[in-house]
């Protein structure tokens, strides 16, 4: 029999588990999700709406198409396709170009909302989300200092989404179509990557602290420990 190539050999029975960076679509998918806003943003200098709309929309499926052709993650790009169906609807409601970038000003400010309540209901999104994809569990909870870790991670992402809804919402505002679709690619993932830095911090913290807390706890009595001092604790003394 022919030995498995190193490739496809597994650790311990299990699957390798994605990145983060690959569960965000790798690479590559950094440098999808730029694709249609600058298809749309060309299109428009130089043909208009309409054709800036299809245009768009033609370049999404491509990528769609694209990654299932060469088998790669296709929920990130289920997800841009979506979202630039969406974007290019509004952009034809209003009848502006800049309508097209609309949707994702205000999803901004949902986002940083919905992460300072979390914050607030001391379930904060970062610790709730990395634990429950990675099966650990609810002791981050009641470490106090590992629930504040992830309070600061929160955050953070918290004031990403505020400072890409004050910038483009100002330059929306202004009708800078252009630099509205320079900022959207520019405050995308890049920013996304710092705060990420600092979720990573709140993970090792915790996950350190945590550790160190489970060492220091007393070993469980076996049961033969547990027989031999209720035989003592309950012993009838002698006359």
Not at 59 to 78: F, G
Request: hydrophobic letters at 50%; proline letters at 5%; aromatic letters at 12%.
């Amino acid at each position: 029999m022919t030995e498995p190539a190193p490739s496809e050999k597994k650790t311990d029975g299990e699957e390798p588990q994605p990145t983060l960076l690959e569960q965000m679509g790798g690479v590559s998918g950094l440098i999808y999700s730029s694709v249609p806003v600058i298809v749309f943003v060309l299109a428009n200098s130089f043909f208009g709406l309409t054709a800036a709309i299809w245009t768009s929309i033609g370049s999404a499926v491509a990528i769609t198409v694209l990654r299932l052709v060469r088998k790669e993650p296709l929920q990130p790009a289920i997800s841009g396709f979506f979202g630039v169906a969406i974007a290019a609807f509004i952009a034809y409601r209003t009848g502006s170009a800049k309508g097209f970038f609309l949707f994702g000003i205000y999803a901004s400010l949902i986002y940083c909302g919905i992460f300072v309540l979390s914050v607030v209901v001391r379930w904060p999104i970062a610790g709730v989300v990395w634990n429950m994809l990675n099966g650990t569990g609810q002791a981050w909870r009641r470490d106090k200092p590992s629930r504040y870790g992830y309070d600061i991670a929160t955050l953070a992402m918290a004031a990403i989404f505020a400072a890409r809804f004050v910038v483009q919402r100002w330059l929306y505002q202004e009708d800078y179509t252009g630099w509205l679709a320079f900022a959207k690619i520019a405050m995308g993932y890049p920013l996304y990557a710092l705060g990420l830095l600092v979720v990573v911090w709140a993970v090792r913290r915790s996950d350190k602290r945590l550790k160190a807390l489970a060492e220091s706890e007393p070993a469980p009595e076996t049961d033969a420990e547990v027989e031999a001092r209720l035989r003592e604790k309950y012993a009838t003394p002698e006359a």
